[in-house]
């Protein structure tokens, strides 16, 4: 087994660790070791400058297709319709997945997730050409539903983190164009303005994360879905604690900060609750998410209320003393976790 040197020290500490304790005899643990060995630097760099020669050429594809002029001149050239480009890229599109299927456990796990992008990649050109003949759909909801569902689909059928996540992606693109086809005169949808949107859709993405763990064959993507959802969640409700549920900027404006500061509060809970849970159930990600936005709350604050009237080297201090305070408690707590 090859590891990388820090991958290779945790290991052969818990097995000297189980040696210790009688779980393993000593002979057990000689042949453990023996199987433990380091990854070959030259490996690694090749591995490094293929995955920068897949970024380049992730870079390359999406300067192409963003270049409509360069497009359209290639198009003209070989005197191709849409329909023909779209039919080419489906059929790249099932080629290179088919091979992807096959050279799965061949491929380094990070190079498969690019290029499983690759195709992605490849598989939206080809809706792309599809949509320009029978149409993209009011505020491009119709290519946008079809993106994610397919996206979606990919990914779970073939396990892909990042194919799950573009889903994800394409699934808050059609939920933003849908609601702002829909919105009122007022930019509200349903009564939300963008903010208040998106805090209940990373609501219902962390809804999802949780399903996930029942859904066997989703399970691959729980915690990558889990992540994005805490992150929409948390940015739409900071966006709520400044702009509250406004939909015009006009009429922002013209409110006073006090007047939102509802959502400052809740943020703070929610803010402090991940704290907590994430301390307690030994959740890095959710721990610092609510650091995170425990700061970016104070901060937000400051410079709304207090930046004009406050001396700024009293609120640092007073800022300091705190999260010193934050710090020492979790270093005691974490003293008697280990003890």
């Not at 029942?214 to 702009?243: A, D, E, H, K, N």
Request: hydrophobic share 50%.
């Amino acid at each position: 087994m090859e590891l990388d040197k820090k991958e290779k020290e945790i290991l052969e500490a818990a097995i000297s660790e189980w040696e210790s304790q009688e779980m393993l005899t000593t002979e057990k643990a000689d042949e453990l070791r023996k199987t433990i060995s380091l990854k070959k630097v030259h490996g690694q760099v090749a591995q490094y400058f293929f995955i920068i020669a897949i970024a380049c050429t992730l870079l390359a594809f999406g300067a192409i297709f963003i270049d409509d002029k360069l497009l359209e001149k290639i198009r003209r050239y070989f005197d191709v319709g849409n329909l023909i480009i779209a039919i080419a890229c489906t059929l790249i599109a099932i080629a290179w997945f088919v091979y992807l299927s096959r050279k799965r456990k061949s491929i380094n796990s990070l190079v498969y997730e690019v290029y499983m992008v690759l195709g992605g990649l490849v598989v939206v050109s080809g809706l792309v050409y599809y949509c320009k003949d029978i149409g993209f759909g009011p505020q491009y909801t119709g290519v946008l539903a079809a993106t994610a569902i397919i996206v979606l689909s990919l990914g779970a059928f073939f396990k892909s983190r990042a194919l799950w996540l573009a889903g994800i992606l394409a699934v808050m693109g059609l939920y933003g164009s849908y609601s702002e086809w829909r919105q009122n005169e007022s930019n509200l949808f349903l009564g939300m303005n963008y903010p208040m949107r998106f805090t209940i859709f990373g609501v219902l993405v962390i809804g999802l994360a949780f399903l996930q763990n029942i859904i066997r064959p989703l399970r691959f993507s729980q915690r990558q879905t889990y992540v994005m959802g805490l992150l929409i969640f948390f940015t739409g409700l900071w966006g709520l604690s400044i702009f509250g549920n406004y939909g015009r900027w006009e009429e922002w404006e013209q409110v006073r900060q006090v007047q939102v500061v509802g959502y400052a509060i809740v943020l703070a809970i929610v803010s402090i609750a991940a704290l907590i849970l994430g301390i307690r159930y030994n959740d890095d990600v959710t721990r610092d998410f609510g650091i995170i936005f425990i700061l970016l709350n104070l901060y937000s604050r400051y410079f709304e209320y207090f930046w004009n009237t406050t001396n700024k080297g009293i609120f640092f201090m007073i800022l300091a003393a705190s999260f010193a305070l934050v710090g020492w408690q979790l270093e005691k707590r974490m003293k008697r976790a280990k003890q």
